[in-house]
T-cell receptor
Framework: NAGVTQTPKFQVLKTGQSMTLQCAQD?????MSWYRQDPGMGLRLIHY???????DQGEVPNGYNVSRSTTEDFPLRLLSAAPSQTSVYFC?????????FGPGTRLTVT | AQSVAQPEDQVNVAEGNPLTVKCTYSVSGNPYLFWYVQYPNRGLQFLLK??????LVKGSYGFEAEFNKSQTSFHLKKPSALVSDSALYFC????????????FGAGTRLFVKA
């Protein structure tokens, strides 16, 4: 099992550009989440999903879109990147309680 | 809405001494509580959880945590700290009645000195 995989590992964007952070899991977990980690702020929940076709907003959803067309994949879209979105992004999956995290994507927006 | 507070940004402890990392929470229903650890330049790893039952839960690497409903706390403990325990620790909470939405604290950095 690869667990939770995220691509890319690093990304630099210019303000206003769009991109998609990819997340996939091979554990057949129903639950998936996206978090951002910023110094002194801990992890903040962006969006989460409780199954294919079902998503909901977390603490900081503005500027981000998600969709869940399959159980395995949960991409995070930045439609128009802003410097405030510079962060480390973690995807996680769960079978209902504890979460399993991917290695993260470090995003810099200039 | 649920929330988590980790009142200490940093905890320093000598190797061999007991350690405690504090966490308090707020939920409207019954809480599900979790501790995670993040080693430098790595993702987060699950340590332990409280769902129901015994207030003292044991987890990975010799860690344990005590659920205290009256004080709304879930402090992480270890009887004898190791230098290799040095890492960033996160407490997280989920409201039993709130679906899967899981909120994390700001994290506490643990330094264990040899």
């Amino acid at each position: 099992n690869a667990g939770v995989t995220q691509t890319p590992k690093f990304q630099v964007l210019k303000t206003g550009q769009s991109m998609t952070l990819q997340c996939a899991q091979d554990m057949n977990h129903e639950y998936m989440s996206w978090y951002r980690q910023d110094p002194g702020m801990g992890l903040r929940l962006i969006h989460y999903s409780v199954g294919a076709g079902i998503t909901d907003q977390g603490e900081v959803p503005n500027g981000y879109n998600v969709s869940r067309s399959t159980t395995e994949d949960f991409p995070l879209r930045l439609l128009s990147a802003a410097p405030s979105q510079t962060s480390v992004y973690f995807c996680a999956s769960s079978n209902g309680y504890e979460q399993y995290f991917g290695p993260g994507t470090r995003l810099t927006v200039t | 809405a649920q929330s988590v507070a980790q009142p200490e940004d940093q905890v320093n402890v000598a190797e061999g001494n007991p350690l405690t990392v504090k966490c308090t929470y707020s939920v409207s229903g019954n809480p599900y509580l979790f501790w995670y650890v993040q080693y430098p330049n790595r993702g987060l790893q699950f340590l332990l959880k409280y769902i129901t039952g015994d207030n003292l839960v044991k987890g990975s690497y010799g860690f344990e945590a005590e659920f205290n409903k009256s004080q709304t706390s879930f402090h992480l403990k270890k009887p004898s700290a190791l230098v290799s325990d040095s890492a960033l620790y996160f407490c997280a909470v989920r409201d039993e009645d709130g679906g899967f939405k899981t909120i994390f604290g700001a994290g506490t950095r643990l330094f264990v000195k040899a």
